[in-house]
Each structure stands twice: as C-alpha cells, then as structure tokens.
C-alpha cells in the first residue's frame, strides 16, 4: 500500500477530467478504486466529502456522465462501488436530494436509445440496503399525482421511472423485513420488462416502449418469455380493454381497427393460459405493487390452465364413474329385492336430462344382458324424457344436488348419489 494517496490529484482529478470530456473512459486509471481504498485508510471522512459533490451528480444523472450517451459505463461501476464502500452511511448522503427530479434526469438521459436503467436500479438498490429512508408516503402521494396525469401529459421513458420508483415505494410502505424487501425489489429489477408492461396497462400509457397503440402491446406480451406470468396481464388487460383500446381508434398505418386487433391477441394469451403452467414467483411481489389486480384476479375467472384443465377433466371422470358404478350396483340391489325400480328411476331423475341419458346408455352398455335391467329400462328413459324442469334440491346422505335450469347442476358434496335405500322412497 502507498504511504501516501493524494485525494485531489488521484482521486478528484481523473473524474473532473473524464466528466469535462478531456479524457475518456480508456484513459480512466484503472486504479481508481484501489487509490480510493487506500486513501480511506487514514482519511476516511476526507474522502468522502471529497468526492460528496460527485455522488450527487451521479444521482441526479448529471448530463456529463453521459456524455457518451449510454455506452460509458466504467465509470459508473466505480462511483457506484464507492458509494456502496461508504457502508451504512451512504444512504444518508442523498436522503435529502430530490428523487422525483433525479428520476426525470435519469429518464432524460436513457430516452434516445430507451436504454434499460440498469445504473438508476443498481443504485437505489445499494442505497436502500444502507439506510436510505426518504419520506415514502410523500413521495406515494407525489407519484401517484404524476401517474394519474400521465395519460395526459406522460412521456414514455419518464413514466417508466416514476414506476420504478412508485414498486419501490409500495415495497418500502409495507411491513416486510429488509432482507424480505430487497429480495422483492432484485425481483422487480429483474423481471422489470415484463412488469413494466402492466404497468402500461393499469395507468393507461405505454412505459417504456415505443409502441403507438396497446394492441401492439399486447402482441408484443405474447412472447415465450411471458408465458408462464401471461395470467396476471390477461386480467390486467382485459379489465382495462374499454380505456386502452377504444372502439372507434384506428391503426393509422393499417386503418384496422385497434380493438380487433386486441381482441385477437387476447385470444393468444388464452390460448398460452391454457397451454403453459403458471408460474407463482410474482404473485407476492403483485400482491404489494398491484394489489388491485390481485384482489381481482382471485375473485374472478381467468382461463384455465392446461394442468387445470387436466386435472378437471379427471375429476369429473372420477365423478361420472363413481356414480355409474352405483347405479349398475343399484340394478342388482333391485334384483335382490333390496330397492324398488322406482327408487332407481328417482336415481336417474336425479340428475339433469343429458347427463341422465349419458348414464343410462353407459349403464345399457354395461348390464346389455341383465334381464332385470332390460324389463326396467324402457320406462326409466321414459322418465328421463319426460321429466319436468322445475327447480328441485335433492338432499340424501353426503350428497346434495341442486337444479337450477336444465343442463345445469351444481354438486355441493361429492358423497354418495342419493339412491334411496328404503321401499318407500323417502327423500
């Protein structure tokens, strides 16, 4: 280790140059970092007001660190790390900067490429890690004003940051431990392609992206990656269809309507639904940054998915067997004299014309030979035919099933089915 680090001439100095465009970020020593280090050996606190004004400037993107655009990142990397070397400390250094303006100057930077805000994220995660503690319900109330006035007044990449900054702010307002809540703003960050497309959605302008219309939003949401979160921006679409896709706008390049267009993309989406596995690592993130949507979406219904779909279809197979089997059993309790035939045919009436017939031509399957099926069997389908479609409840055992209309029922427990097991009939 050098005896000796001059703060000013190898510390200050190459950032003043490179920020003034004198040198450029080849010509940046390499080390920069080290020389810092050992410098806070025995000047800690000189260090850090030393290069206080320039941590500031980074914060609030300072026009001169993208004076290359944003293709200059050297140097970010090493203010970034020595802002996170000032410890504990360092969110205290910019708690009292204005983090609305920084984001709009971090937005007016990264616009012309719309470049992702890699160094705005990485920042203020750092920050919040090391006790930095804004005023979060100000700053929730002051967000929340511009988002409300973005559909009018937004621009694509400003509205992007004040997102940012308003998950962060909805993750900071709860109750989470700070471990808990750095892990939900890692997620954020890096699934913040896909969030920021519902956030699109919900405030009703596109953040983030260059897209003229939401129909092309959603045609871009239907990309593989999206797949397995697609059932949280179904809902979020289709909830908000009416504002963000009005009928009477037109594509002005195809002159389609954008409706139609949405409406075909939205089929897509079920269609993915249905095909692909939901995954649920968002699902606590969503339920602090959208909670709306979340509410919403367990209490309504959204497509199924195909393991859903499966796993209904071998439920009502399970279901439709079990009962089978004890109408074919119940064919032999009327042989054995044990019930009537009229209890059986109760059995059958029990249940909605089409699903009576379906388990009368299985049961016909099955017994084609049992001559006591066969003498009753005509004047069951007779009953089936014939039955009136008034509202009944039927109450037997574990088993309860309520008619409503025809062709609808509804099975409040799956027990037994019901089949009387007395001469009289008694229900």
């Given at each position: 280790?050098p005896?000796?680090?001059?703060?000013?001439?190898?510390?200050?100095?190459?950032?003043?140059?490179?920020?003034?465009?004198?040198?450029?970020?080849?010509?940046?020593?390499?080390?920069?970092?080290?020389?810092?280090?050992?410098?806070?050996?025995?000047?800690?606190?000189e260090?850090r007001?030393?290069?206080?004004?320039?941590?500031?400037?980074?914060?609030?993107a300072?026009?001169?660190?993208?004076?290359?655009?944003?293709?200059?990142?050297?140097?970010?990397?090493?203010?970034?790390?020595?802002i996170?070397?000032?410890?504990?400390?360092?969110?205290?250094?910019?708690v009292?900067?204005?983090?609305?303006?920084?984001?709009?100057?971090?937005?007016?930077?990264?616009a012309?490429?719309?470049?992702?805000?890699?160094?705005?994220?990485?920042?203020?995660?750092?920050?919040l890690?090391?006790n930095?503690?804004?005023d979060?319900?100000?700053?929730y109330?002051?967000?929340?004003?511009k988002?409300?006035k973005?559909?009018?007044?937004?621009?694509?990449?400003?509205?992007?940051?004040?997102?940012?900054?308003?998950?962060?702010t909805?993750?900071?307002?709860?109750?989470?431990?700070?471990?808990?809540?750095?892990?939900?703003?890692?997620?954020?960050?890096?699934?913040?392609?896909?969030?920021k497309?519902?956030?699109?959605?919900?405030i009703?302008?596109?953040?983030?992206?260059?897209?003229?219309?939401?129909a092309?939003?959603?045609?871009?949401?239907?990309?593989?990656?999206y797949?397995?979160?697609?059932?949280?921006?179904?809902?979020?679409f289709?909830e908000?269809?009416?504002?963000n896709?009005?009928?009477?706008v037109?594509?002005?390049?195809?002159?389609?309507?954008?409706?139609?267009?949405?409406?075909?993309?939205?089929?897509?989406?079920e269609?993915?639904?249905?095909?692909?596995?939901?995954?649920?690592?968002?699902d606590?993130?969503?339920?602090?940054?959208?909670?709306?949507v979340?509410?919403?979406?367990n209490?309504?219904?959204?497509?199924?998915?195909y393991?859903?779909?499966?796993?209904?279809?071998?439920?009502?197979?399970?279901?439709?067997?079990?009962?089978?089997?004890?109408l074919?059993?119940?064919?032999?309790?009327?042989?054995?004299?044990?019930?009537s035939?009229?209890?059986?045919?109760?059995?059958?009436l029990?249940?909605?014309?089409?699903?009576?017939?379906?388990?009368?031509?299985?049961?016909?399957?099955?017994?084609?030979h049992?001559?006591?099926?066969?003498?009753?069997?005509?004047?069951?389908?007779e009953?089936?035919?014939?039955k009136?479609?008034k509202?009944?409840?039927?109450?037997?055992g574990?088993?309860?099933?309520?008619?409503?209309?025809?062709?609808?029922v509804?099975?409040?427990?799956?027990?037994?089915?019901?089949i009387?097991?007395?001469?009289?009939?008694?229900?």
């Amino acid at each position: 280790m050098p005896e000796y680090i001059n703060i000013q001439e190898e510390i200050i100095k190459p950032l003043d140059l490179y920020l003034a465009g004198a040198i450029s970020e080849k010509k940046f020593p390499y080390d920069w970092r080290s020389n810092i280090s050992d410098a806070r050996v025995k000047h800690f606190n000189e260090v850090r007001e030393a290069l206080m004004p320039y941590y500031h400037r980074f914060f609030m993107a300072d026009k001169d660190f993208f004076r290359n655009g944003n293709s200059d990142v050297n140097v970010k990397y090493n203010l970034l790390d020595a802002i996170e070397r000032e410890g504990n400390y360092a969110g205290r250094l910019f708690v009292d900067l204005d983090i609305i303006k920084a984001a709009e100057n971090w937005a007016e930077r990264l616009a012309p490429d719309n470049h992702f805000p890699l160094f705005f994220f990485l920042l203020l995660k750092s920050l919040l890690k090391r006790n930095y503690k804004p005023d979060w319900e100000k700053l929730y109330n002051d967000l929340r004003e511009k988002l409300i006035k973005s559909r009018s007044y937004g621009h694509f990449k400003t509205n992007e940051l004040y997102c940012i900054l308003m998950g962060i702010t909805l993750i900071e307002r709860s109750d989470l431990t700070r471990g808990k809540k750095d892990e939900l703003i890692e997620l954020m960050h890096s699934h913040w392609q896909f969030i920021k497309y519902m956030y699109s959605v919900l405030i009703h302008y596109i953040v983030g992206l260059r897209l003229e219309n939401f129909a092309a939003l959603a045609n871009t949401v239907c990309n593989k990656s999206y797949f397995p979160y697609m059932h949280w921006f179904y809902k979020a679409f289709k909830e908000n269809l009416d504002k963000n896709c009005p009928e009477d706008v037109f594509d002005p390049h195809s002159g389609k309507s954008i409706r139609e267009q949405a409406l075909v993309h939205m089929k897509k989406m079920e269609e993915i639904i249905k095909s692909t596995k939901p995954s649920t690592e968002l699902d606590e993130l969503f339920g602090i940054i959208f909670p709306k949507v979340i509410e919403d979406l367990n209490k309504q219904k959204r497509p199924k998915t195909y393991e859903e779909l499966e796993k209904a279809v071998d439920d009502l197979t399970n279901r439709y067997n079990m009962v089978l089997e004890q109408l074919t059993n119940a064919v032999k309790d009327v042989e054995s004299d044990k019930i009537s035939t009229e209890d059986l045919t109760a059995a059958f009436l029990r249940f909605p014309t089409d699903l009576a017939l379906g388990l009368f031509g299985s049961v016909s399957t099955l017994l084609a030979h049992n001559q006591t099926w066969l003498k009753c069997a005509s004047h069951i389908r007779e009953q089936i035919l014939a039955k009136h479609e008034k509202p009944i409840i039927h109450v037997q055992g574990d088993y309860v099933v309520e008619k409503k209309v025809e062709n609808e029922v509804k099975y409040v427990s799956a027990g037994a089915t019901g089949i009387c097991t007395n001469k009289t009939g008694n229900e």
